[in-house]
C-alpha cells in the first residue's frame, strides 16, 4: 500500500474541553472540522425540534427534553441567559454531568463516521497530575472504546507532544510544546520527539472565565467574548472585565512557567541539549494579543536548566493539537 493511501487512511482527533476537532489528510494539506463541546437542555416541540435539524444542529430527544449539542448552542444560551453544558471538564470527562458519555458518543459518532477498512485514529489526552492518574486512564480507555465502536484502530497522544509533532519538525521532533486550552494547560518537553518531560496546570481558559465571572458579576460566556474580541494582554485596566481579565491570565502564564521550574528542576533527567531549544504554544486561550509577549518575557526570567531559543505561536492555534495527533497516526501507527 502507498504511503499516500496510508495517510488517506488516518485521522487525528483532538478531545478539548473546549472544542472537539477532527483532522484529516487531503492531497498535500489537512482539513478540520471543529465543533464547541457543549450542549443544552431546552423544552421539547416539534417546532424547536424542526428548526434544529434545518439548521444542522445536532439533538437527542429525551422525553419532555432536546438536548442540542455544538457549535450553535451558545446563542441559546444567550436567549435563555444561561451557560451551556460540558461533557469535558478541565480536560477530563466531566464527573458532574451525567450526560457526559452520551452527548460525547454522539458527537463523536456525528464527527468522525464509522471507520473505513483499516482506518485509524489518534485522539490528545491531558497530562495527569499525581492526584488524577485513575481519572485519566478512565478518560482514555473510555474515549477509545468509543472509537473502537466506530470500528477504528485507535491511539493516544499527549497533548503537548501532539503540539511538537504539529509545529516542530525543523526541530527533529526537540523542544517545548504548550498546548493553552480551556480546561488545562498541558506542557511537553521532547527530545527526538521522544517525550521527556509532561505536566498539566488547571489554570487556563475556563480558569480564566470563571474567576473573571465571579469577580465581576458577568456571566462566563460573556468574559469569554469580551476575551476573544476585544481583549488585549497589556497591564492594569480601568476597565473592570478587561482588569479581571489579566489578573487570571498572568496566573494562568505564571502557574505554567512555576511548573516548567520545578518539572525541569532536576538536570539528571534531562538530555543534553546543543543548543537552545524552541518553544511552540497553542491552544485557544494562547490567541489573546500579547499573550506570547507576555509568556516569553516570564520564560525568560525563569530558573530553567534549558536554554530558550524562540518562542512561537502555532499558525493555526485552534487545530494545533489535531494537526498533531493526525501526524502521529500517519507516520507511528
Known amino acids: 500500500m502507498s504511503n499516500k493511501a496510508t495517510a488517506s487512511k488516518a485521522k487525528g482527533l483532538d478531545v478539548g474541553t473546549s472544542r472537539l476537532v477532527l483532522a484529516r489528510p487531503v492531497e498535500n494539506t489537512y482539513q478540520y472540522e471543529g465543533q464547541l463541546n457543549a450542549f443544552i437542555s431546552l423544552p421539547y416541540s416539534r417546532m424547536t425540534a424542526g428548526m434544529l435539524r434545518r439548521e444542522g444542529i445536532l439533538f437527542s430527544v429525551e422525553g419532555s427534553t432536546i438536548l442540542a449539542y455544538g457549535n450553535r448552542v451558545e446563542e441559546f444560551a444567550n436567549i435563555l441567559n444561561g451557560e451551556t453544558r460540558r461533557p469535558i471538564r478541565t480536560g477530563l470527562l466531566n464527573p458532574a454531568e ?86 488545562m494547560c498541558n506542557v511537553c518537553l521532547a527530545y527526538l520527539g521522544l517525550p521527556v518531560v509532561t505536566f498539566s496546570t488547571p489554570q487556563a481558559g475556563d480558569y480564566v472565565d470563571y474567576s473573571a465571572s465571579s469577580v465581576t458579576g458577568q456571566t462566563p460566556t460573556t468574559i469569554r467574548l469580551h476575551k476573544e474580541e476585544q481583549f488585549q ?43 537552545p531549544i524552541p518553544v511552540a504554544i497553542s491552544g485557544g486561550s494562547a490567541q489573546v494579543r500579547g499573550f506570547r509577549q507576555h509568556l516569553e518575557k516570564e520564560i525568560r526570567a525563569a530558573d530553567l536548566p534549558i536554554a530558550i531559543a524562540e518562542v512561537s505561536l502555532a499558525e493555526d492555534p485552534l487545530n494545533t493539537t489535531a494537526k498533531g495527533t493526525l501526524m502521529a497516526a500517519m507516520l507511528d501507527m
Open 233 to 275: 494582554l497589556n497591564g492594569f485596566s480601568g476597565n473592570n472585565i478587561e482588569q479581571a481579565i489579566t489578573v487570571y491570565y498572568n496566573d494562568m502564564i505564571r502557574a505554567v512557567v512555576t511548573g516548567l521550574e520545578k518539572a525541569l528542576s532536576d538536570r539528571r533527567k534531562l538530555p543534553k541539549f546543543d543548543k
Open 98 to 183: 451525567p450526560k457526559s458519555l452520551q452527548m460525547l458518543e454522539l458527537a463523536l459518532t456525528k464527527m468522525c463516521g464509522k471507520a473505513q477498512d483499516g482506518e485509524k485514529i489518534c485522539f490528545s489526552i491531558p497530562s495527569g497530575s499525581p492526584n488524577n492518574q485513575s481519572d485519566v486512564i478512565y478518560h482514555e480507555r473510555t474515549i477509545t472504546q468509543i472509537l473502537e465502536k466506530l470500528s477504528y484502530s485507535v491511539k493516544s497522544l499527549n497533548e503537548g507532544l501532539a503540539v511538537i509533532y504539529a509545529e516542530l519538525e525543523r526541530a527533529s521532533f526537540t523542544g517545548l510544546g504548550i498546548s493553552f486550552g480551556g480546561g
